[in-house]
């Protein structure tokens, strides 16, 4: 049996993940999750492309946090260890990878776009028990997940204490205006070494980084039910244009588009 599927009190796809056999590249484990969490950090061989249409997903490492809107998913190396949040109610489709295909595939966690065609033979797959089928769907996913459009929706860690600090700041209060200069004064060091710093731990710029982290609020927002204005406001906007063409640089589409896009099957 390739498809293993219930209802799940604790999410923890763990077993599926540790088969090692080279004859079945690709395992598919489904999932029907409402609201509950992963909450232990946990590892497997196999790598975990981990996808749902609905619900907003949020997987969590020691290099830092990714958020998966509905309809796009999220890679997971084998031997990666991670945990999982989920909000909403869903079915999660994950596909386990064999390490023998790991030279293939992405060697870091990201967000990737589930075009039409991967979705249909992730959907496919999920369904199938036919030998066959299993063989010539497992070679075009892996194909298609290595070739996968990557989506903006990471927030790197730092190790610093300090930045850490700020960093769970700026999650909890978005809307924070202070600048890179008042931030390195709080951290007790210069503004040229905190953005030296700051560049060196994450791979991105204080600013690149802070963007980025209210994008993500963003998309949590709007889905959740939230207007275009109230989320602007709510994030610290001083405008709703800025926060559209902000919104729009990120994403490549503007707040209403994107969000029609992310609930339409």
């Given at each position: 049996m390739t498809m293993n599927i219930g209802k799940q009190t604790t999410y923890k796809p763990v077993e599926t993940g540790y088969i090692i056999d080279t004859?079945?590249?690709?395992?598919?484990?489904?999932?029907?999750i409402s609201g509950q969490i992963c909450p232990d950090f946990h590892e497997h061989p196999r790598g975990q492309l981990m996808y749902a249409s609905s619900g907003v997903k949020k997987v969590i490492t020691e290099k830092g946090i990714w958020l998966v809107p509905p309809l796009q998913a999220v890679w997971i190396p084998g031997g990666v260890s991670h945990r999982a949040e989920f909000s909403g109610r869903t079915l999660v489709k994950n596909l386990f990878f064999d390490p023998s295909c790991s030279q293939r595939l992405p060697d870091r966690c990201f967000v990737l776009s589930v075009s039409p065609f991967l979705r249909e033979l992730i959907?496919?797959?999920?369904?199938?028990?036919?030998?066959?089928?299993?063989?010539?769907?497992?070679?075009?996913?892996?194909?298609?997940?290595?070739?996968?459009?990557?989506?903006?929706?990471?927030?790197p860690a730092a190790s610093s204490p300090a930045i850490v600090r700020i960093m769970r700041y700026l999650d909890e209060n978005p809307s924070c205006r202070r600048t890179l200069d008042e931030w390195a004064a709080e951290a007790n060091t210069s503004p040229r070494n905190?953005?030296?710093?700051?560049?060196?731990?994450?791979?991105?710029?204080?600013?690149?980084?802070?963007?980025?982290?209210?994008?993500?609020?963003?998309?949590?927002?709007?889905?959740?039910?939230?207007?275009?204005?109230?989320?602007?406001?709510?994030?610290?906007?001083?405008?709703?244009?800025?926060?559209?063409?902000?919104?729009?640089?990120?994403?490549?589409?503007?707040?209403?588009?994107?969000l029609k896009s992310s609930v339409s099957q």
């Open positions: 004859s079945r590249p690709v395992i598919a484990y489904v999932a029907e959907a496919k797959f999920c369904l199938t028990d036919d030998v066959d089928k299993l063989a010539n769907l497992s070679a075009v996913i892996i194909d298609e997940t290595a070739d996968a459009k990557e989506e903006p929706f990471s927030l905190f953005a030296r710093t700051f560049l060196k731990e994450t791979g991105m710029t204080f600013g690149s980084w802070r963007k980025r982290l209210k994008i993500i609020k963003a998309v949590q927002m709007l889905i959740s039910g939230k207007s275009v204005t109230e989320s602007a406001y709510d994030l610290g906007y001083q405008s709703i244009s800025a926060f559209i063409e902000s919104f729009r640089r990120e994403t490549g589409s503007p707040p209403a588009k994107y």
